[in-house]
Nanobody
Framework: QLQLVESGGGLVQPGDSRTLSCVAS????????IGWFRQAPGLEREFVAN????????DYASSVKGRFQIFKDDVRNMCLLQMNNLKPEDTAVYYC????????????WGQGTQVTVSS
């Protein structure tokens, strides 16, 4: 059974960079779609980025395009979210999730990691 664990969050200053990790266990990430989402206090959860694992095809929300990059690490069965030029509005709990195909819901979620961007 697939399990996902996020890590790498913390307190950073505006303009800094931070890389989040999503480590998978119990199953390979091959042939899955891995997504990153975030939820800020008082707001609904929003899409950040995803990647079609088998073809390394990424997609990004307009709010993070050009600043964030999603990567896969096949050796470590891990998905990474590199966040650059962080802004206060990026403050949120970040979650990774997986779904088996485009027609399915995300059915596996990590516990989340807090990212706080503040001076």
């Amino acid at each position: 059974q697939l399990q996902l664990v996020e890590s790498g969050g913390g307190l950073v200053q505006p303009g800094d960079s931070r890389t989040l990790s999503c480590v998978a266990s119990g199953d390979t990430l091959s042939n899955k779609i891995i997504g990153w989402f975030r939820q800020a206090p008082g707001l609904e959860r929003e899409f950040v980025a995803n990647i079609l694992w088998s073809r390394s095809i990424p997609d990004y929300a307009s709010s993070v395009k050009g600043r964030f990059q999603i990567f896969k690490d096949d050796v470590r069965n891990m998905c990474l979210l590199q966040m650059n030029n962080l802004k206060p509005e990026d403050t949120a709990v970040y979650y990774c999730a997986a779904r088996p195909n485009w027609s399915s819901d995300y059915n596996t979620w990590g516990q989340g990691t807090q990212v706080t961007v503040s001076s």
